[in-house]
């Protein structure tokens, strides 16, 4: 039996008697024990924390019972786990009417279901590229999205750095607009 | 409220309470009041005639010690089940008495369907054995689910049950001693039936006293 356990019985053992700050000390230190059976149980974490208090009051009502001799730490445990598995009857037979959110971030299990958003961008940046002319499409892939020097974009498309420049400004000026970027 | 707040409330008026008697102790204890009360029962109804004759049968006396066990053990093991960190598996501490006693029934069925003809000519009434196993099984039963009352809030229905069953078994064992029955298929029915009641009984009704706030 390790050091902390042994003092956890004596803080109840001393609490049966009457020591209240024994008992605080007690009920302090076993809290992260509570809480950590109570949401191995139940995921939605206030309704966690309710059954932890739960435990707390059964653990006040039957402290007279705690037989000082045995561990504590099974018998809080599993006065918890009972607390833990009634909210979860309780809220089973509530289950039908409430729907927690909290935890649906994402709505729907297909991983492409939730890039609506990015989606739509997309779509119309493309729609937005369509209205380009030739030579700006061409300009922009070479010049910003290959990210090649103008000498070298002059090079593969034959047109000369000037009117690269020229394109590529256009070009972006015509996106701009178009996706509604305040210049 | 946040749980440290709930803690602040619960020691703030903390009250010294008197530790509960162990498991064993309480078993003890109201095993003692049972045979007490049966015994006084027993001597009030008389001792059967020809309970001399059969306590020298081995499968007879076997019969009686197994239902005086399964009594004795599903007291402990309700009282150990009120607990909440002992294990399940007291529940298993009466069932091999209780096995070994309805088998030992059973084959005597079969042995008294040899010696005395037909299971329908054994079978009657015997009311009487209902009334006693009810009548003193439903007090003793009372008193021992408030004993462990503190079982309520976490693992009433197993102390419920065992608690009927240690209550109807011992009364069965008292009821052997004054009344005549000879049929064990007539001991299966009525004393099994009876029982079987009570058991029920004090899973339904039961509730309420271990429910009970707590002393």
Same mark, same amino acid.
């Given at each position: 039996?390790?050091?902390?356990?042994?003092?956890?019985?004596?803080?109840?053992?001393?609490?049966?008697?009457?020591?209240?700050?024994?008992?605080?000390?007690?009920?302090?230190?076993?809290? !992260?024990?509570?809480?950590?059976?109570?949401?191995?149980?139940?995921?939605?974490?206030?309704?966690?924390?309710?059954?932890?208090?739960?435990?707390?009051?059964?653990?006040?009502?039957?402290?007279?019972?705690?037989?000082?001799?045995?561990?504590?730490?099974?018998?809080?445990?599993?006065?918890?786990?009972?607390?833990?598995?009634?909210?979860?009857?309780?809220?089973?037979?509530?289950?039908?009417?409430?729907?927690?959110?909290?935890?649906?971030?994402?709505?729907?299990?297909?991983?492409?279901?939730?890039?609506?958003?990015?989606?739509?961008?997309?779509?119309?940046?493309?729609?937005?590229?369509?209205?380009?002319?030739? !030579?700006?499409?061409?300009?922009?892939?070479?010049?910003?999205?290959?990210?090649?020097?103008?000498?070298?974009?002059?090079?593969?498309?034959?047109?000369?750095?000037?009117?690269?420049?020229?394109?590529?400004?256009?070009?972006?000026?015509?996106?701009?607009?178009?996706?509604?970027?305040?210049? | 409220?946040?749980?440290?707040?709930?803690?602040?409330?619960?020691?703030?008026?903390?009250?010294?309470?008197?530790?509960?008697?162990?498991?064993?102790?309480?078993?003890?204890?109201?095993?003692?009041?049972?045979?007490?009360?049966?015994?006084?029962?027993?001597?009030?109804?008389?001792?059967?005639?020809?309970?001399?004759?059969?306590?020298?049968?081995?499968?007879?006396?076997?019969?009686?010690?197994?239902?005086?066990?399964?009594?004795?053990?599903?007291?402990?093991?309700?009282?150990? #089940?009120?607990?909440?960190?002992?294990?399940?598996?007291?529940?298993?501490?009466?069932?091999?008495? #209780?096995?070994?006693?309805?088998?030992?029934?059973?084959?005597?069925?079969?042995?008294?369907?040899?010696?005395?003809?037909?299971?329908?000519?054994?079978?009657?009434?015997?009311?009487?054995?209902?009334?006693?196993?009810?009548?003193?099984?439903?007090?003793?039963?009372?008193?021992?689910?408030?004993?462990?009352?503190?079982?309520?809030?976490?693992?009433? &229905?197993?102390?419920?049950?065992?608690?009927? #069953?240690?209550?109807?078994?011992?009364?069965?064992?008292?009821?052997?001693?004054?009344?005549?029955?000879?049929?064990?298929? &007539?001991?299966?029915?009525?004393?099994?039936?009876?029982?079987? #009641?009570?058991?029920?009984?004090?899973?339904?009704?039961?509730?309420?006293?271990? &429910?009970?706030?707590?002393?």
């Amino acid at each position: 039996m390790s050091r902390t356990e042994g003092e956890w019985e004596a803080w109840m053992a001393a609490a049966q008697a009457g020591d209240a700050a024994a008992y605080d000390r007690l009920l302090r230190a076993a809290l !992260p024990l509570l809480r950590a059976v109570a949401r191995r149980r139940i995921v939605n974490p206030a309704e966690a924390e309710d059954a932890v208090q739960d435990a707390l009051l059964t653990i006040h009502t039957l402290r007279h019972s705690y037989e000082p001799a045995r561990p504590i730490r099974p018998w809080m445990v599993a006065i918890c786990e009972r607390r833990a598995i009634d909210r979860l009857r309780r809220q089973g037979r509530r289950g039908g009417r409430e729907t927690p959110i909290d935890d649906f971030g994402e709505t729907l299990a297909a991983p492409g279901a939730n890039k609506g958003e990015e989606r739509v961008a997309a779509a119309e940046l493309r729609a937005a590229v369509a209205e380009l002319s030739e !030579p700006q499409r061409t300009a922009l892939r070479l010049a910003k999205l290959e990210d090649l020097p103008l000498t070298e974009a002059s090079a593969r498309s034959g047109m000369s750095v000037g009117a690269l420049k020229v394109a590529t400004h256009r070009a972006m000026k015509v996106l701009r607009r178009r996706l509604g970027v305040e210049e | 409220m946040r749980s440290e707040e709930l803690i602040g409330e619960l020691t703030a008026g903390l009250r010294p309470v008197r530790r509960m008697a162990s498991p064993a102790r309480q078993a003890g204890l109201w095993l003692g009041l049972a045979a007490l009360a049966v015994g006084l029962a027993v001597l009030a109804n008389g001792l059967r005639h020809d309970l001399q004759e059969r306590m020298l049968m081995p499968q007879e006396v076997g019969q009686w010690l197994a239902s005086v066990l399964a009594g004795v053990l599903a007291a402990v093991a309700a009282a150990m #089940l009120a607990r909440p960190d002992r294990s399940w598996r007291w529940v298993l501490l009466p069932v091999p008495a #209780l096995i070994g006693w309805f088998g030992s029934l059973g084959w005597g069925c079969l042995a008294d369907l040899a010696r005395l003809g037909p299971m329908a000519g054994q079978i009657g009434t015997s009311w009487g054995c209902l009334r006693f196993i009810l009548a003193m099984g439903v007090p003793l039963a009372a008193v021992l689910f408030w004993l462990l009352r503190h079982a309520g809030p976490v693992r009433p &229905m197993p102390v419920l049950l065992l608690g009927g #069953l240690a209550s109807a078994a011992l009364c069965s064992a008292g009821l052997s001693l004054f009344h005549h029955l000879d049929a064990a298929v &007539m001991v299966l029915l009525w004393h099994g039936g009876a029982m079987l #009641l009570l058991v029920l009984a004090g899973a339904l009704l039961g509730r309420p006293l271990v &429910m009970r706030r707590q002393a």
